[in-house]
Each structure stands twice: as structure tokens, then as C-alpha cells.
């Protein structure tokens, strides 16, 4: 069972040497194909991976958002089993393994969808989560809990059935939303959430004015996914 980890890098220069560090056990012990996407750095992210030869690089050449920077690590990505997480490591991307003693247990691994559940982090980044949560589960009447939590797991297969992902922040709301539509059995597992060491916090993480743009993008989202899923006849509830 070959597993591929895909990592998107946004102007993360600082945090590169520590990452792939992280990632030569991954690469080198455990035999996971690990792929950072340079998803459009202005800064020199693509000559600091080049430089370590047991990393594919994939190079996006402007950034036209979080998940489509994903989703082109994942085409380039040969593993049965294909994962994320971020490169600011908030998340040690060694927390993979954990994770993927699920799908080595699991009699179904194609119907599995394994994500992180982020412990150790502020209280005020906790209520945030809390409530955006809460907010998400009322709009699509079903549990939804610390969506953009990472790292995320699941069988290629999975990967395939995908039909026009978002390319933002929105991509794990998405895939939460599909796998619940079809019925795969959702497990959860508790990963130590860091303090960022270096670098800029993208999407809901760092500032107020981060968190209320992510509640906007999701807001918009849920909307138009609602919408999706009235024409296609189908219901989250």
C-alpha cells in the first residue's frame, strides 16, 4: 500500500529545511512519497526543496488558491493512499502515520476518510473552531467539527470521484460534505497543534481579520454547495 503526502507551500522559505527534515524519515523509513507544491511562492520556496533530491517538487507558477495547489500535488501523486497537511508545521507532517494505521486495520480502506483533530491550541482559537462548527452544522444539518484540521487521509479512489472541488480554503469543507454523501465512515484522531515558527498564517490562522475572511469564503460556500446539491437531488440532511 503506497502513500503519497502532498504539501502546499505558500512563501514558507523560513520553514522548508525543518519540514523536509520532518520528512526525510517519512521518505527514507517508511517509503511515503512525499510531494511539495510550490503553489506560486514569490519567494525562492522552489530553490530551497530542489536542493533535497528524495523531495518531488511540483511547481505551480501563480497561486490560484490553497486547494488547487492540493489538487495538483494530487494528480502528480503515484499512492494508493494520498494525505495533506500544511507545511507551516503547526501539524508535524510525521503525524501521517498515526493516521494511516486506520486504513492497515480496515477491511474497506476505499470507503475510509481519516482527518486530525487539532489539541493543545489557545482557548480563543478553540471558540473560534467551536462556533464555526456549530455554524456549519446548523446550515448543512449535519456534524461537522474542526474541518480544517489536518492531515487528511483517503484511498485514491476517493480522489477520483471528486466533481469541480473549490480551489480555496474551502476544499475540506468539501470533502468532509462529500464523503458524509457517500457514506464513507469518517474517523478522527487527536494531533498536538503547534505555534508557528516562521512565515505568514494563511487561511482562518493568525489574525482577526484572517478568521472573519474564512467565515465570509466558507459562508459563500455552503450557499453554493446547497445549491449543488438541490440540482443533483441530494440532501446533507
Given at each position: 500500500m503506497?502513500?503519497s503526502?502532498?504539501?502546499?507551500?505558500?512563501?514558507?522559505?523560513?520553514?522548508?529545511?525543518a519540514?523536509i527534515?520532518?520528512?526525510?524519515?517519512?521518505?527514507?523509513?517508511?517509503?511515503?512519497?512525499?510531494?511539495?507544491?510550490?503553489?506560486g511562492?514569490?519567494?525562492?520556496?522552489?530553490?530551497?526543496?530542489?536542493?533535497?533530491p528524495?523531495?518531488?517538487?511540483?511547481?505551480v507558477?501563480?497561486?490560484?488558491?490553497?486547494?488547487?495547489?492540493?489538487?495538483?500535488?494530487?494528480?502528480?501523486?503515484?499512492?494508493?493512499?494520498?494525505?495533506?497537511?500544511?507545511?507551516?508545521?503547526?501539524?508535524?507532517?510525521k503525524?501521517?502515520?498515526r493516521?494511516?494505521?486506520?486504513?492497515k486495520?480496515?477491511k474497506?480502506?476505499?470507503?475510509?476518510?481519516?482527518?486530525?483533530n487539532?489539541?493543545?491550541?489557545?482557548i480563543?482559537?478553540?471558540i473560534?473552531?467551536?462556533?464555526?462548527?456549530?455554524?456549519?452544522?446548523?446550515?448543512?444539518?449535519?456534524?461537522?467539527?474542526?474541518?480544517?484540521?489536518?492531515?487528511?487521509?483517503?484511498?485514491?479512489?476517493?480522489?477520483?470521484?471528486?466533481?469541480?472541488?473549490?480551489?480555496?480554503?474551502?476544499?475540506?469543507l468539501?470533502?468532509?460534505?462529500?464523503?458524509k454523501?457517500?457514506n464513507?465512515?469518517?474517523?478522527?484522531?487527536?494531533?498536538?497543534?503547534?505555534?508557528?515558527?516562521?512565515?505568514?498564517?494563511?487561511?482562518?490562522?493568525?489574525?482577526?481579520?484572517?478568521k472573519?475572511?474564512?467565515?465570509k469564503?466558507?459562508?459563500?460556500?455552503?450557499?453554493?454547495?446547497?445549491e449543488?446539491?438541490?440540482k443533483?437531488?441530494n440532501?446533507?440532511?
Amino acid at each position: 500500500m503506497k502513500v503519497s503526502l502532498v504539501i502546499p507551500c505558500y512563501n514558507e522559505t523560513k520553514n522548508l529545511p525543518a519540514l523536509i527534515a520532518r520528512c526525510d524519515e517519512l521518505v527514507n523509513k517508511h517509503y511515503v512519497e512525499v510531494i511539495l507544491v510550490d503553489n506560486g511562492s514569490t519567494d525562492q520556496s522552489h530553490v530551497v526543496i530542489q536542493k533535497y533530491p528524495f523531495i518531488k517538487l511540483v511547481r505551480v507558477k501563480e497561486n490560484r488558491g490553497y486547494g488547487f495547489g492540493i489538487i495538483q500535488g494530487l494528480k502528480q501523486a503515484s499512492g494508493d493512499i494520498l494525505a495533506w497537511t500544511h507545511a507551516d508545521l503547526q501539524t508535524d507532517p510525521k503525524d501521517l502515520m498515526r493516521g494511516l494505521l486506520s486504513f492497515k486495520s480496515s477491511k474497506n480502506p476505499e470507503k475510509l476518510f481519516v482527518k486530525g483533530n487539532r489539541t493543545g491550541r489557545p482557548i480563543f482559537d478553540n471558540i473560534f473552531t467551536f462556533g464555526m462548527s456549530l455554524f456549519e452544522t446548523l446550515l448543512l444539518r449535519t456534524l461537522m467539527w474542526d474541518i480544517n484540521a489536518q492531515p487528511t487521509i483517503f484511498h485514491r479512489s476517493f480522489f477520483q470521484t471528486w466533481l469541480q472541488p473549490p480551489k480555496d480554503f474551502s476544499l475540506d469543507l468539501y470533502l468532509l460534505i462529500t464523503a458524509k454523501l457517500n457514506n464513507y465512515k469518517i474517523l478522527n484522531y487527536p494531533v498536538l497543534f503547534n505555534k508557528r515558527i516562521a512565515g505568514e498564517a494563511k487561511g482562518g490562522g493568525g489574525s482577526i481579520l484572517n478568521k472573519i475572511n474564512l467565515i465570509k469564503r466558507t459562508l459563500n460556500y455552503i450557499f453554493e454547495l446547497k445549491e449543488t446539491l438541490k440540482k443533483h437531488g441530494n440532501n446533507s440532511s
